[in-house]
Structure formats: C-alpha cells, structure tokens
C-alpha cells in the first residue's frame, strides 16, 4: 500500500469543513491523512445567517456546522498559517509545521473596511463590520442601547442588516452609493421597488450618496457625514454596520509565490497555475468564471475538489456521491448553451444554479438568479419578460432562452420566485408564452364550491364510493329523501362522510325545487 | 356478536370492519353481503373497494383448479397431487444441479400473520434458502429501516389511530390516505378544524386539498419530487434556530442532537427553498405551526406520518431519519397525543414484515443474524440453528439475480404480482423467463401467474380464518364466511404438503389458530412479541367490545401496548437515536433528454397492481384505464391537449396513456398511477435503484421525457389486467 496523501486545508470556514466532509465521505478506503487548520477558536460554523442573527430570528448557539469525523481528521482551532514554504512543502503556523501532498486553500475573505476618516486604525466603539461570529456578537450587544444605526453599503449583507435592525427596532438608514439599492443584482426598476419596500419597513435609503466621514466622539461613533448631492449632512448614530464587501483573503498565497488577481486564480482543476499542488476554493479563489461570493458557488467546488482528488484521471466527477455528477455540475454542462453577454466571451458561464441569490430579510423579499440586473445584456436570444407593479412593492422579470429560464428578478412575489429558483436550477422547461411565469396560475381547489343547480351531474358528490350528483338525484327521485335513504340507495357518505353536508344540501334543494324538476313519474304523486 | 361473520376488509392497513353474511335470496351476484361495521379505524366506513370486494370472491376468471403448463405452452388445468409433484420433483432437481439457493420465494404483504409465517418457516427449513423476501420491500422498508434504527422499534403507527383526533396539527409527508384509506379521513376532521393539517406532496392530492381552498384547515407543501428531505431539514433548522425545541425532552431522551442540530444548520430556509421550491416563509409559519401544537409550548400534540411518496427513494431511509428526528426535536414520539409514525399500505403489510418474509428476518422481527434470535427459533421449529440460512438478498435484487449465473433458478410467488408492481418491470419479465421453474400461488390470473410454470388455487380473504396486524400494530381476526371454490386451498395446507414431497421433517400445521399459537411462541422475547395472543384471546376480546390487542403482548395477562415508547425506546440505552442525514436527491434526476419529474401513486378504485380491483366492474366503470396527469402550462408547452395520447420515456423505456389536464400538479411533474400492465403500465419505466440501507426501490421519481403521439403510432392500450 502507498503512503497515504496528506492534506492540509487552510481554513475552517463553511467551505474548507464542508471539503473536509465531503472528502473524507469520498474517500472512502482513508487513503487521504487530512488536517484541518483554523484561524478562529471557534467549530465551524454557519457564516450566511449571520445577518439573521443580527435580525433576532436565529440563535447564536444554532450556528455550529458538522464537525469533522475526529477520527479521520486532525484539526487545529486558533491556529492562523504563517507562510507556505513550497520547497518544503510545509504550512507553518505559530506553533509548528504540516508537511503536504497537498494543500487547500479556503481562507474565504475579509470585510472591506472604506478607506474614510474616522476609520483609520482600529475600528471606533459602535462601528462594526459583519463577518464573523464576534462581530454578530457584538452588535447584537450594541443594539440592547443603539436606537440609530447606519448601515453602509446596501448589497445583499447590507440590506439584511439594515432589515434585522430595523426588526430590532432601531431607527435605520442604509447608505449606498449607486443609483439604487442592490444594484448587483437589481436593475433600477426592480431596485426602486425595493427601496419603496424599504421605506414600508421604516428604513431610510441613501443612495448616489457618498460617505464623506465617521463621525467620532470619545472613541465612538456619533454619526455619518453623508453627501447626497446637496450640502453635506450628519446622520446621528449610535451604531454603524460597514456592508461594503469583501475582499479575497490571498495574504498566504500571494507571499507563496502563487498568482493572485483579485483572488487566487485557479483553473478548471481548481489548481494554482503555478503549482499543482496547491489549490484554492470558495471566497478566496478566482476561477475563470470569476467568484459570485456565494456559498453554493464554494460548496460547489469543494464537492468538485474532493472528487478530482479521490479519483484522479477520471475528468471532472463533483457529487460526494461518487456515482453520480453535482446537479450543479450537471447543470453547468447543460447551460454550456446559454450565452452570458456580460462576461467576456471566453469565460465559462457560473455554474448554473450556484448564482441564486436569496435575500434573508423579513418583509423585503428579493430573489434573483443567472441573468439578471447589471447581467442581463442584449442578447437577441434572450426573450424578457417583466411584470412591474410598484403599488404593490411587486417586480418580476423572466429571462428566456432556448425554451428554459436563464434568469430572473423578483421583487416582492416569494412564490413566484420559490418556482423560478426550481426551474432555474434544474432547466425544467418554461411555459410556451413565459409571460406565464410571472404570477403563480390559479387553481380550481380555490375555486369557490358550486351551489347544487350550478353543479353539473357528472360531478363527483362522494368520493369514496364514486357518487355523482346525477346518482343522487336519481336516487332521490326513486324515495331517497333522507341522507340514511341516500346512503343506503348510492352508498354516498359511506366512505369519510366528508360529502354528508353536499348530500344534504342536494337533498334540501331538491325538496324545494323538487317538483320543479320535470320528473313524469314522480311530478303526479307530489302534485296530490 | 350479531348474525354473520365478522371480519374485516380485503384490501389496506386500515383493515375496515365488515360484517359478512348470507345474501338474502335473489339480492345479488355475490356470495356473500358486505355491510361495514363500527371499528375504531373505520369508525363504520367502507370506500368503494370495501363495499364492492365481495365480488372478487367469484371472478369469472377465478383460479379454481391447479394449474401447469403445458409442452403447447399454454396453462391446463391439473390435479393437486399432480401439481405438487411437479414441483416437488423440479425443485429436488434445481437443488441438487444448484444447491439449496437456487430456489428463491417471493413474499407479499397481503397474506395472513399466519401464511407469513408459515412462508418464512418454509424457505428456511424445508428449502433451505436464504433467498426470500417480499413485496412490502416495495412498500415499507424505508419506514422499517429508520423507525428500528432511531426508535428501536418499528411499528407503522406506535399509538392508537383515534389519537389523531386530539392533536394540534398532523403532518402527512407523502401520503395520499383520502384515496388510499378514505374512511381514515375521518380521524383528520378535528385537527383540520383546528387549522393543523400539513400536507407534503408535489400534487394537490385528495388529501393535499383537504388542508382547505383558502388554507382554512391546514397547509400544503408543494416541494419539487424527491425533495421532501429537504423539507424536513429546514424545518428542523427553524425549530431549532429559533428555539422552539423541546430540550428537556432532547437533554432526557435522546443521544445525537447536537450532530443533528449541526446538520440541519447548513439547511437554513432560503437555501431549502431553492432546492425545494417551497418559499422559505412557508417552511418557517409550517416550522412555528407544528412547534406550537406540540407539548412542550402547551399545545395539544402533534403527529408526523410518512407515507409511500417519502419513504420509495433512494434517501428514504434518510428521509424517515429525518421526520423522526423532526418529532424528536419537537418532543413528540413517547408522549401520549404526539408521535411520528408511518402509515402502512398493505393490508398486513405490518404482520408481513414482523414474521420472517423479510430476507433479513425471523419471526417476532428478529434479525437473522443474531445468535440468540436463531437458537430461540431453531428451538420452536425444531431444527438445529445452523441448519437456518443466513441473510438473503432484498427484492430487487433477489429479482434482479434470478436466472442469472449464480442466481436463483426457481421462484416461489405468494401475494404478489411483480410484474406491474416492482420497479423496472420489463427487467423483471426478462429475469421471470430465465427461470427454470416459476410457482405462482393466487386466486386470479395475474400477470404474474400467467407467466408460471405451476399456478396453484388459494383462498381469498372471507374463505379462511387468520389474524392480520393493522396498521396501528392491532392484531385483528380475519373469518371464514364460505368456503373457497372448486380445489383452491390455503397456502398453509401447500406449504405442509410440500414439505411432506420434499422429505422434510418439520412439522406443518394446517388449522390457522395452531399455526398462531406457534408463531406466538416463536416470536415471544421479539420486538414484535404476540406471546401472549391467540385466536381464542382475540375473539374473546372482540366479543367483549374489548379495547382491542396491540404488540407487543408478552404474556396471556398483559393488555397489550396500544402506545409504545412511554417510558423509554427499546434501545440498548434506552434512548432515540438521533442521526444526522443529508439530500443528495434523486438517482435518476431531471436533464436535457428527460427534463420532466415522474411521480407514481395510486387511485381510490385500485389496490396495489389491480389484480383483484380490475375484477369488479363498478371499480373498472369508474376508472378503467391508467392515464397521465400534468399541468396544462406543460401541455401548451409540449402540444398536448386533455385527452390526447402521450408517451413517457425514461432510460429504461417507453409507455403511453392519454393525458389528463389538471391544475393540482407542478408544471414540472407529471403523475401515473401505477394499477395497469401493458402500453401504460409506469412501472416499467420506473427506476430500480434502491436505497443503501432499506433497498427500497425509488418508485416515486424518475426523469422522462413527455411527447404527444399520434394516434398511427400508438399501441393498443392495455386497460385490463388480464392478458387475453
């Protein structure tokens, strides 16, 4: 038996733990010897709900994320790398050293903290970014006597937070310097039905507004300086959440020598170009295809990466479950016909499916996914569709092509989007007119109940014995005139007894209308 | 008791109260009058397969005489001793080329706790085989598998029906019971006037609308097929995020809760809704709706049921893990109004699997590889425990290996028709013909049958005295109101005949009550213990009104366990074991080629593959032929219209049925029901993979493609179940 391979993954965030799982599940005969090394002291834990712990709606405690298999796994917690010494082949951290086979980058990204007066240095009391647990922590700490936050950057992160607080009932105002909130994903129009929504909620939105300054008193913030076009103005605050993105942390790579553009840049292999060995996932690498900084997108590629590493020389497999490719990667393939305009004509499009991004915010509801916003280009192939209703803090938008849904945005209509994320995601085929799309077509079940003259015979009255209306009334007209007489006579009401109230109400009407109905044999007897 | 014979139904788990007498002269065709009797499932219903199952009893078509083929290929009728001696002979003559595993027996979970255990008895001592398992791996080993491995103990429903009736809300995942159990509904009236009712299924099922055009009696999850594990997940996340958990409940009964709660962490709702498609705020109001009406928030209890359409996966064992722990989270299984529980199908598909049809099995569901289990056996059969088989293989795989190299050369069938009912039908054909020798037992030609070498005449349900265990685990008496036609003959009387053929020195017993008195004992000290039961304990309590007998009853004193789990779960601390699972989804999962879900189910006027239903005429009137349902956005999209013909295609082939417009299903799903044989019978297209821990197969999604056929094309459809 050969030496087995050793691994070490830098980085104990949702994607370095989740390759972690997936490989040691894929490996199944443990020919792997993996280390897992975290910077925090803390399990691995759930880094997307952040916002909802801010939010009040999750406990803190119900963050933690599956630990990984002790047995199989040695890990270290509190344990930042110094450097990579790719002579060696060695991590060092501060208190020792792991020789490799191979290495896995996944040490994610860091909050972009603006360049601003008043933020030089350490953050001041009451500013905080939201990225890590101690930073929930702590403004969840700060909000038990804030009662005016500014929340900067109005993206995905920034929007939460400005929902969550605003949950707490802080007074809230979000700051953004486009022209419209989540201008990422939302074009302007979808992004005013937002803001509109926003407002609703009792958040002040900010937008083509610089941030000119950090107002600090004593070591604390007091307010922002914010420029909207007219004359500067301070709004008061007692707590600052900085929602200005994130930055790919390449600290360790880029002094290993390894290529490094906005992240570390992998290929198709998820490799370093410049050594085999090493490898990069999630927020902190740059594939061809660019980084959404989304989970699904990193989970993706750890699933991706624990199968090219369990079963080399077998192309591209990605499911932890060997037999079968990721239904992302699946889908990736299929979309291989789907043009995105916005990217330059030689990257590879995102892998499908790993680009929705869902809005966690009570009272705002926001979806988008594939071709959309700032994305959607002017491809003649592509077939768009919109429904706007602003009064009613409604936007949807479809985009076609090729007979499947490549994109959407939807603003204000979460059932609308639960179906569009689930033909998005598996390319199901999309209604002949896609207009169809847009709102969630009516079912009979909300039809109201036909009255008994409206009933057609035909109708099923009992279900359980196959009883119609027309049954019924024959029934009737040969001496049922009770529902015991029916049930013996048709059986109706037998079953469940659900339709007992329909059976006596057919029977009330046609006690009333009964000698209305033209019934020679029986119109005689009851004319006496 | 009054005049006629009590028994129950033919057909499903809920086993409905029937009283059985004499026509009155000139009243009708039947042999026998049906009228539905007060019992606590049925509470005095009877669905229409109920009402009208007397009529099977004489058939045109029914098997009166053994039957054996012929050197012109055709069946013809035969004399019993002439039948079983062709058996017989064949069956030393495999052995002997083969050894004893060449001979494989197919179980069902129709047959009495009686015939069941005979049939298990027999594999193992007078064949020898380990090869024997049974059509309820089509129906409940998923349920099985998760229930014994997280609560120690499987028994469908460990609590009463009639509790339902208290509860606060009840979730059914994957279970259409208003058209496959109707009178059942009825123990769902209160909860729906509380507003609790949740319901699981990608269609708008019978059942699905019972949660009420406005949402007024419950709710409706819609998830995309075979994404119900995920539903379970997110509601799971909810509960414990938000801190609605029972903790106590967890700190005091439970092992595993931090794992799991770690797992369902990665399951948050917006995630969950885009593999799903059901929105997030719905999985969160279903999360607090539940949590409200359990205990631990003063609520009045709470239920989750699975069903069918959850547990035939390949996650389904998962799937099941994952509403347990979703109970256990809750504080709900081992509380008197609250529990998790799976509704059985077939009508003893709960004896059936305690019995020793399963490969894996001995009576009182004991497992076949445990010393202690065999030694206690052994000694009730009188062998010598080395002499009984080890495990053999599960279903499909048992079909799948027959007449392979290696594999079984002969097939004993008893209660089942795999033909329509096992997955990957066609395959399963192919492995049929390459059998040396195919023993069908039945009373009518099924499919099946008609392809067997020897079809033996048995007895149907009011011409034999048994017990059945419903599918609350309530032992009930199935009577004898006439007796059988022409030669047909229990299975307990082939069984001791051709154990005598085949120089067996196990004894046999052929008076059904005897029979239980042996399966009691063997299965006494079991899971599933009925030592204390007997025909006679049985019809004295029902004589009394008495409350009614559920397992386990270890001694003739003991009253019996109406509700299991009240003090602890039958496992080696005493404890639930939670176990963390997670989605993988389906095996044969949608793509460009077969962009559309398939998802199978059933219809309220057929039972299993038809072989009985298709044989009265009021069921046929009402629903003659299989049909294909989808949403009309899915028509217009592909150029079918209400009616129009259709062909289905998955990897594993092609069917047709016309289509049937409704606005009840995902305009991503189409659905079949799966009661036919030829041109529209879906099970030939389904898929046979199989759980890894149950080897359930995953009858409820494939992916296929859906076109329009013209008329030219199509094959003429295949309505009935009998070939002519």
């Keep these: 038996m050969t030496a087995r391979t050793r691994i070490v993954v830098v980085g104990n965030g949702m994607v370095g733990s989740r390759f972690v799982a997936d490989l040691t599940a894929a490996d199944a005969d443990a020919e792997f010897d993996v280390t897992l090394l975290g910077e925090e002291e803390y399990h691995s834990y759930n880094r997307v709900l952040l916002s909802e712990v801010v939010a009040g709606k999750v406990d803190l405690s119900a963050l933690a994320l599956p630990e990984p298999d002790g047995d199989r796994v040695r890990v270290e917690r509190g344990a930042p790398v110094i450097a990579i010494d790719r002579a060696s082949r060695t991590v060092l951290t501060s208190s020792g050293s792991h020789h490799y086979d191979r290495v896995v980058l996944a040490t994610g990204s860091v909050a972009r903290i603006p360049d601003l007066p008043g933020l030089e240095g350490d953050l001041p009391a009451g500013v905080h970014a939201l990225r890590t647990l101690d930073d929930a922590r702590e403004i969840v700490a700060a909000t038990a006597n804030a009662r005016r936050a500014v929340v900067i950057g109005a993206g995905v992160l920034g929007l939460e937070a400005a929902c969550g607080l605003a949950r707490r009932g802080l007074e809230v105002a ?142 591209p497999p990605t499911a932890a479950r060997p037999e079968r490719p990721s239904m992302a990667l699946r889908l990736s393939l299929i979309t291989g016909v789907v043009s995105r305009p916005a990217r330059p004509a030689a990257a590879p499009a995102l892998a499908a499916g790993t680009d929705v991004v869902r809005l966690k915010a009570a009272g705002l509801e926001v979806v988008t996914m594939g071709v959309s916003g700032a994305r959607r280009g002017r491809d003649s192939a592509h077939r768009s569709v919109r429904l706007s209703d602003p009064a009613a803090g409604r936007h949807v938008e479809v985009v076609v092509a090729d007979g499947l849904l490549v994109g959407a945005t939807c603003v204000g209509a979460p059932e609308v989007a639960a179906d569009l994320s689930a033909a998005y995601t598996r390319r199901t085929p999309v209604p002949a007119d896609p207009a169809q799309l847009l709102i969630r077509p009516l079912t009979t079940a909300a039809a109201p109940a036909a009255t008994p003259e409206r009933m057609p015979d035909s109708a099923t009255v009992c279900l359980c014995n196959g009883v119609t209306k027309g049954d019924i009334v024959t029934a009737c007209r040969a001496g049922a005139h009770t529902a015991a007489d029916i049930a013996r006579a048709t059986r109706a009401t037998t079953g469940c007894g659900g339709c007992k109230e329909t059976v006596c109400g057919l029977l009330d009407w046609l006690g009333a209308v009964g000698p209305r109905i033209p019934d020679p044999e029986q119109a005689g007897a009851r004319l006496v | 008791m009054g005049v006629g014979t009590q028994s129950h139904c033919p057909y499903c788990a809920l086993q409905c109260a029937m009283t059985l007498t004499p026509p009155e002269a000139g009243t009708g065709p039947t042999p026998v009058t049906i009228t539905p009797r007060q019992f606590p499932t049925n509470l005095g219903g009877l669905c229409q397969k109920g009402w009208t199952s007397a009529e099977v009893l004489t058939a045109t078509d029914r098997i009166t005489t053994p039957l054996l083929r012929g050197a012109d290929g055709a069946l013809h009728p035969a004399g019993w001793d002439e039948a079983l001696t062709v058996i017989a002979t064949r069956v030393r003559a495999i052995q002997a080329e083969h050894g004893p595993e060449a001979i494989a027996v197919f179980g069902g979970g129709g047959l009495t706790n009686e015939k069941a255990y005979a049939l298990g008895k027999f594999a193992r001592t007078v064949l020898r085989t380990p090869n024997i398992d049974y059509n309820g791996r089509f129906c409940m080993a998923s349920a099985a598998a998760g229930a014994n491995r997280s609560l120690g103990a499987d028994r469908g429903l460990p609590f009463p029906l009639a509790d339902l009736a208290g509860a606060g809300a009840v979730m059914l995942l994957g279970s259409n019971l208003a058209e496959t159990m109707p009178p059942s509904v009825q123990h769902l009236a209160d909860v729906r006037d509380r507003g609790g009712l949740v319901v699981v299924d990608p269609r708008r099922s019978t059942t699905a609308a019972l949660t009420g055009a406005d949402g007024e009696s419950g709710v409706h999850l819609q998830p995309v097929p075979g994404t119900d594990l995920v539903v379970l997940l997110a509601l799971t996340h909810v509960v414990l995020t938000e801190g609605l958990a029972d903790q106590a409940y967890l700190a005091d009964r439970t092992t595993g809760a931090t794992e799991v709660q770690r797992s369902v962490a990665a399951w948050w709702p917006e995630r969950a809704e885009g593999v799903c498609g059901v929105p997030a705020a719905q999985l969160r109001a279903t999360a607090r709706l539940l949590a409200a009406a359990a205990p631990v928030h003063g609520g009045p209890g709470a239920y989750i049921l699975t069903g069918r359409g959850v547990e035939q996966s390949t996650q389904g064992t998962a799937t099941v893990t994952a509403a347990i722990n979703l109970a256990l989270t809750l504080g709900l299984p081992g509380r008197v109004g609250s529990g998790y529980g799976a509704i059985t199908g077939q009508g003893n598909g709960q004896g059936g699997r305690e019995h020793g049809q399963k490969s894996d099995q001995l009576p009182g569901y004991r497992k076949i590889d445990d010393p202690a289990a065999r030694a206690h056996v052994a000694r009730v059969w009188g062998v010598d425990p080395p002499t009984i088989p080890g495990p053999g293989k599960p279903a499909v795989q048992l079909l799948t290996s027959l007449g392979t190299p290696g594999g079984p050369r002969a097939l004993f069938v008893h209660g089942s028709n795999v033909l329509v009912s096992a997955p990957n039908a066609d395959r399963v054909a192919d492995r049929l013909r390459a059998l040396d020798l195919l023993v069908v037992c039945d009373f009518v030609p099924s499919e099946t049958a008609l392809r067997a070498d020897v079809v033996l005449p048995v007895t149907q349900w ?178 079918i219209a209400d009616g129009d013909l259709v062909r289905l295609t998955s990897v594993r082939g092609s069917i047709q049925a016309p289509a049937r417009w409704t606005d009840r299903i995902r305009p991503d799903t189409v659905f079949m029901p799966f009661h036919w044989s030829g041109a529209g019978s879906v099970n030939r297209i389904t898929t046979d993979a199989t759980d890894p821990i149950s080897h359930m197969p995953e009858f409820k999604v494939c992916a296929v493609s859906v076109t329009p056929l013209i008329p030219a094309a199509a094959e003429p459809l295949a309505a009935q179940g009998v070939a002519s």
């Design chain 2, 462 to 639: 009011a011409e034999e005295e048994g017990t059945m265990t419903s599918l609350e685990g309530r032992v009930i008496r199935r009577r004898r109101a006439l007796a059988p036609p022409g030669q047909a003959r229990s299975e307990l009387w082939i069984f001791a005949e051709l154990a005598r053929r085949l120089g067996s020195g196990v004894h046999f017993g052929t008076d059904p009550a005897a029979v239980f008195d042996e399966l009691a004992a063997a299965s006494g000290g079991g899971i599933a213990d009925y030592a204390g039961l007997s025909h006679a304990r049985l019809d004295a309590d029902e004589a009394d009104g008495g409350p009614g007998l559920f397992w386990p009853v270890p001694g003739p004193d003991h009253p019996g366990t109406p509700r299991l789990f009240l003090d602890d779960f039958p496992t080696p601390d005493g404890r639930a074991r939670m176990i963390a699972v997670d989605h993988v989804g389906p095996s044969d999962d949608v793509r460009p080629d077969a962009p559309i879900y398939l998802v199978t189910g059933r219809v309220l006027q057929h039972y299993q593959s038809g072989a009985q239903t298709h044989r009265v005429p009021e069921l046929e009137r009402l629903s003659s032929e299989p049909f294909v349902e989808l949403h009309p956005i899915l028509g217009f999209r592909l150029g």
């Design chain 1, 174 to 315: 979000v700051i953004h310097a486009a022209d419209t909130v989540m201008d990422r994903q939302l074009d302007a129009d979808a992004g005013r039905v937002a803001q509109a929504s926003l407002a609703g909620l009792g958040i002040a939105t900010w937008t083509r507004a610089a941030t000119r300054r950090v107002v600090v008193e004593d070591g604390r913030v007091t307010g922002i300086e914010v420029d909207a076009g007219e004359d500067p103005v301070t709004l008061a605050a007692d707590l600052v959440v900085l929602a200005c993105g994130t930055t790919p942390e390449v600290a360790l790579a880029r002094s290993a020598g390894l290529a490094v553009d906005r992240g570390v840049l992998v290929g198709a292999d998820l490799a370093s170009p410049d050594d085999p060995r090493i490898f990069a996932i999630g927020d902190c690498a740059q594939p061809r295809e660019g980084g959404a900084g989304l989970i699904a997108q990193g989970w993706d590629q750890a699933r991706r990466l624990a199968g090219l590493l369990t079963r080399p020389g077998q192309g």
